[in-house]
Structures are given as structure tokens and as C-alpha cells.
């Protein structure tokens, strides 16, 4: 990924950086470089994260895939939540080819993204019931391979997803152990499940939050059920990793996470990212849950919020122009792209859309959204790839990662841990007759019942 940073400069946006900041901000990432690449070298918890691309084996994942009932579904369904998700739809998202929708989240229609080599794939995120029964509906069961995926293998959506959709298989006569594969960690109940069932199971790399797993198994096996390159991902992230180096003025993620740090600091509190590729609006909500759950911390971090551009110009754009000044605009937009002209059309008006094409007024409006922003002072940084391929899309994974480890490093904040979730879950699993570890009591549940409520009806 190559990062332009002009637009994010104090001589154009407020909130901005000065060069000189920039400078003495320099001297900070130099720090941070060495903090991060000691704990690289120690294979610390998280800092592992930046090492995926040489620990992980295409190999090994191809090889737990090589069943037929798994190799050669028709539909792949992955069960998993969080970072046990969003790497590996935003891979089959950006990889699936024009045209496709993935099913990500409730809401989405009971569409599925259809791979290239034509494996449909679904994504379990949520358990809204009308939605999993939509889908269990539609997947042709008897030729579905099923993916699950859980870091603790304790998540409650991602436990009741599987047992649902167990029973599912069961119920019409499929033999669920043949066609599932398990990504979990050393112990908990999906362990224990796989090891019961046979079922060939790989392991989450070990110092690696869910999040940052996009480019290990936990990411790549619905990638290589769908015939996605995985050495080519792997590639790109490698490159990526090459660029790590002590200077933002060298460093591509680098600039990224210390421009993003900085103008948090001058009150840019929001980060909009707006990919210019409709293949990219999963790796949006991948980076929100990154940003987030990273960097939100000590009453500190930047809220991320989901864009797409054109489309968000036209909803979005308004704010960001005219609303407080408390936005980034992060744009990311690959330089080449498969085309489609524009026909020509003998309506005077639309003459200048006759003569282009979808490509090029797609690219118009980027840079004439980019302008609009610079314009009226406000914030944005141009994050470009090369195109939306398995090479650049590890790129830009990477980088992403990293630009958010060097932000953690730089805001002083863990950006490996996520203690602020496990007080709704305890409280979920009160509110269902749950106890914890020790049988005891969930408090937390009985803070829903003492709920202060003021309602307006209809
Ligand atoms: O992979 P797991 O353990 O099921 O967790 C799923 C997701 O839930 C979280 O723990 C947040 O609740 C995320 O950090 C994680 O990506």
C-alpha cells in the first residue's frame, strides 16, 4: 500500500499536522519501532501478530481443507464472530469477484458471496433467528462445508450458531463431522468438541488477537476452501512487513498510524473509512472492529466508522464536509481496476458521462470528494493499492495492523486486549440462568432488571 498524507497536513485541514510535528512526531515512532520490533523478536502477545506472514503454512491449511466434502462444496457456511469473521469475509468479500454480496451480519440478505471458483460462502455473525433460518433455508446442506471459528471456542453466538446449525444438517440427514472444520485454541468446548467428532481442527496462533488473525488459519481457510491464493496474501503481507522500518517519512503503515494518532490528539476523534471499491466494504467493517476494539481504551481512541465510496457521498459526505470538525477521512482505492464504458447516449446533458466510463467517473468522483474535503479544510488521507488482488489486499491487511500497533504504541494504550466486552457477556450469560466459573451468581445480569427507564409509547 503507498499512504499520501498530504491532505492530513496543518497548511490544508484543521484539525491538521504541522511538518514540523510531523518531524518531532517522527522521533516517537522511532521509539515505538523498536518497542514493536523487540516484542516481534520475543514473539510477544500481539506483537505476534506482525510475524504471521512467515509463521503461518499455506500448507498445513491446504491440507486440513484436501476433503472432497470440504475441497469441493458447493457452499462453504463460517460460523464464527469479531475477528473470527471479518478477516475471512473481507477476503472473500475483496476476492470474490465483481458483482458479488457477501452475507455478513444481520440484515443482509440471504445472499452469499460466490467465489471464483464457485463455492458460495456464508457468513454466521449474528444470531438473529430469522436470519440463520433464512440461510439454513437456502445453503443446499448436503453439499456445505461448515467453518467454524472461535480464539476461546466459548463464544455463546458463535457455540449456538454451531449447534444450530448442527441440528440443521442432522435433521436432514448430512453428516455435519464429514464437511466441518474447526479454527480454535488449544482448549474450551470447541476443542473439546473436535476432538470428539474427529473433526480436523487447526490452531489459532498462540500471542495473536482475534482481530490481528486475519493472515492465519483463522482468516485463510474459507480463503482456501474458495481457491483464493493464500502464498499470494501471504506475499503482500511480507512485503508490508519489509517496509516496517523506524521512520513514518519510510514507512507506508507507519505514516498511516502516527498521521491517525496525531490528529486524534488535535481532535479528529472520528476515522471514516471510505474504500473506493465496492470489494472492499467488508475489509470497513474488518478495520472498524480493529480500530475499535484496539485503540479504544482510557477514554481514549478514534470511533471508526464504515464508508463507501461513491455511495456514501451521497449520505455521508455532508457531515464530513460541513459537520463538526472532528473527522479523517481514510480513503483507500486501488490505481487499476476491470472496466465498463459508459454508452454513449444523444442526451445533451449526459454527454460527458457517454464519453467515460464506470471506472473513470468512479476515480472523477474519488478525487473530486478528496478535493471537496482539502477544500473546505478538512482532514483525509489517500491509502492506494497497486488493485484489489490476494498480493495487495495482504498489503493492505498488514499494513493496517501494523499502522494500528504503531497508533497503540504511540497513545500508550494496550492494543491487545478487549477487557470492556466481558461485562455484557457476563451479564447475557447471568440473564440465561448462567453462572460463572465457580457457579456463582452473574451480578452484572441484575443491573438489566434496575435498568432506569423513562418510555414513550406509541
Ligand atoms: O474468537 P472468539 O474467541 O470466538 O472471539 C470472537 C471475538 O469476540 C471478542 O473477544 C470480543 O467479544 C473479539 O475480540 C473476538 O474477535
Redesign the pocket.
Known amino acids: 500500500m503507498d499512504v499520501d498524507i498530504g491532505n492530513a497536513l496543518a497548511t490544508v485541514a484543521s484539525p491538521g499536522i504541522s511538518r514540523d510535528a510531523l518531524e518531532r512526531l517522527d522521533e516517537d515512532v522511532a521509539r515505538a519501532h523498536e518497542r514493536i520490533e523487540a516484542g516481534r523478536a520475543d514473539a510477544e502477545h500481539g506483537y505476534e501478530a506482525l510475524n504471521l506472514p512467515s509463521r503461518t503454512d499455506p500448507d498445513e491449511i491446504y491440507r486440513a481443507v484436501d476433503r472432497p466434502e470440504i475441497a469441493d462444496a458447493d457452499a462453504l457456511v463460517t460460523i464464527?464472530?469479531?475477528?473470527?469473521?471479518?478477516g475471512a469475509a473481507t477476503i472473500a468479500d475483496a476476492l470474490s469477484g465483481a458483482g458479488a454480496e457477501v452475507g455478513v451480519g444481520a440484515g443482509s440478505e440471504v445472499g452469499a458471496d460466490t467465489a471464483d471458483d464457485g463455492t458460495q460462502t456464508v457468513f454466521l455473525d449474528n444470531v438473529d433467528p430469522e436470519w440463520i433460518t433464512g440461510h439454513l433455508e437456502t445453503l443446499p446442506l448436503e453439499n456445505t462445508a461448515i467453518n467454524v471459528?472461535?480464539?476461546?471456542?466459548?463464544?455463546a453466538?458463535?457455540l449456538a450458531n454451531f449447534l444450530v446449525v448442527r441440528e440443521a444438517f442432522e435433521d436432514a440427514g448430512v453428516d455435519w463431522t464429514e464437511r466441518t472444520i474447526v479454527t480454535?485454541?488449544e482448549a474450551g468446548p470447541l476443542r473439546e468438541l473436535s476432538d470428539r467428532h474427529g473433526l480436523p481442527a487447526l490452531q489459532?496462533p498462540d500471542g495473536v488477537?482475534?482481530?490481528f488473525?486475519a493472515l492465519s488459519p483463522?482468516g485463510l481457510v474459507a480463503a482456501a476452501v474458495c481457491g483464493h491464493d493464500l502464498e499470494a496474501l501471504l506475499a503482500g503481507a511480507s512485503a508490508e512487513a519489509e517496509t516496517l522500518t523506524g521512520s513514518l517519512f519510510e514507512c507506508p503503515a507507519y505514516a498511516y498510524g502516527a498521521t491517525t494518532h496525531a490528529l486524534a490528539a488535535r481532535g479528529a476523534s472520528v476515522n471514516a473509512m471510505m474504500p473506493y471499491a465496492e470489494s472492499l466494504e467488508t475489509y470497513a467493517e474488518w478495520f472498524a472492529?480493529l480500530w475499535a476494539?484496539s485503540l479504544g481504551k482510557d477514554d481514549l481512541g478514534q470511533t471508526p466508522v464504515r464508508a463507501l465510496g461513491a455511495t456514501d457521498q451521497h449520505s455521508q459526505l455532508q457531515l464530513y464536509r460541513a459537520g463538526p470538525r472532528n473527522t479523517l477521512v481514510s480513503f483507500v482505492t486501488p490505481r487499476e481496476r476491470d472496466d465498463r464504458a459508459i454508452p454513449a447516449t444523444d442526451v445533451d446533458d449526459l454527454a460527458y458521462l457517454g464519453d467515460a466510463s464506470l471506472g473513470e467517473l468512479l476515480q472523477a468522483e474519488f478525487e473530486a470528494t478528496e478535493a471537496s474535503l482539502a477544500a473546505a479544510g478538512r482532514p483525509n488521507v489517500r491509502i492506494e493499492l497497486e488493485r484489489v488482488d490476494a498480493f495487495e489486499l495482504g498489503g493492505l491487511l498488514y499494513g493496517m495492523e501494523a499502522a494500528c500497533v504503531l497508533a497503540g504504541e504511540l497513545a500508550g494504550v494496550n492494543a491487545f486486549n478487549?477487557p470492556a466486552?466481558?461485562w455484557a457477556?457476563k451479564a447475557t450469560r447471568g440473564l440465561l440462568g448462567g453462572t460463572d466459573a465457580d457457579g456463582n451468581r452473574l451480578e452484572e445480569a441484575d443491573a438489566v432488571a434496575e435498568k432506569t427507564t423513562l418510555r414513550v409509547d406509541r
Open positions: 464464527g464472530i469479531g475477528g473470527s469473521a471479518l471459528v472461535s480464539r476461546s471456542g466459548t463464544t453466538e458463535t480454535t485454541g489459532v488477537p482475534g482481530r488473525s483463522v472492529q476494539e478487549q466486552v466481558e457477556k
